[in-house]
């Protein structure tokens, strides 16, 4: 019997309904397990030719999925060349070895996705954006928006085929040492990249000062912050942020709230300007 083999016209449709559709199909109970069903669908249709094959197989992604999408993307693409693999009479590959490479895959990539394109890959972006917006210029945020798209649907695209090329070798790669290791470097580039944004665009200044009886200043708390650690106030409203959402799970939502509130008494009381940018 001829050996199955996945055409290409297959796998780009296999990767077409997971990159639209890994979120689409999202859902509170089972997250991305429908997008996976869609994803694998056409792989499944050209491997099996019978019906309740057809079946069998599909009931294997049936199975909780959740991963970040994009990074994620190499599940599904290692997933093809073991199912392909299985179709071909591999013994070593069934139903539930699959499912256990999908499930000690999609946590480690998770977080490895997280890191990467969430951490570091978004800020880096908005950042660049930031910049090329000022004035109210539409050139930052068309820069964005083609920067993203580009860079997730080729990115995508060379995971999901990587992750076919590999198959079952990826296993090691992805949940050994070295991915914990660049896990750790790239949550260490995050952070960096974050604070350099927080620094670069967040600017919080106090207008407090005290003058004499002869209405000559004599205090200027600004001043004296600036000549101690400049951007003083800055860096203590983003780490009370972090402190909040991180430390006491607040979320954003409400810790903006907080910031309002923080503003609004500061102006009453004469410590924040209303005419300064924090």
Known sequence: ?????????????????????????FSQEHMQTFGYLCAMLP?????????????????????????EPQVGSIIVGITAGLEEAKANGNEDIDAEAINGIR????GPLAGIGDSLVVGTLIPILLGIALGLSTGGS???PIFYIVAWNLI????????????YELGGKAVDILVGEQATAIREAVVMLGTMVVGSVAATWVSV????????????????LQNQLDGVYPGFLTAAFVIFCWWLMSKKKVSPVVTMLILVVVA???????????GLKY
């Open 1 to 25: 019997m001829a050996e199955k083999k996945l055409s290409k016209k297959a796998l780009n449709k296999s990767f077409r309904n997971w990159a639209y559709g890994n979120l689409t199909c």
């Open 205 to 220: 200044k106090t207008s407090f000062h005290l003058v004499n009886s002869a209405g000559k200043e004599f205090l200027n």
């Open 264 to 274: 609004f008494i500061g102006v009453m009381i004469g410590f924040f300007n209303p």
């Open 103 to 106: 499930a000690g895959l999609m």
């Open 138 to 140: 539409v050139v930052g």
């Open 152 to 163: 997730m649907a080729f990115g995508m695209k060379f995971l999901y085929f990587k992750g």
């Open 43 to 67: 792989l499944v249709e050209e491997l099996y030719e019978t019906k309740e094959e057809q079946k069998e197989a599909m009931n294997t992604y049936t199975a909780f999925f959740n991963t």
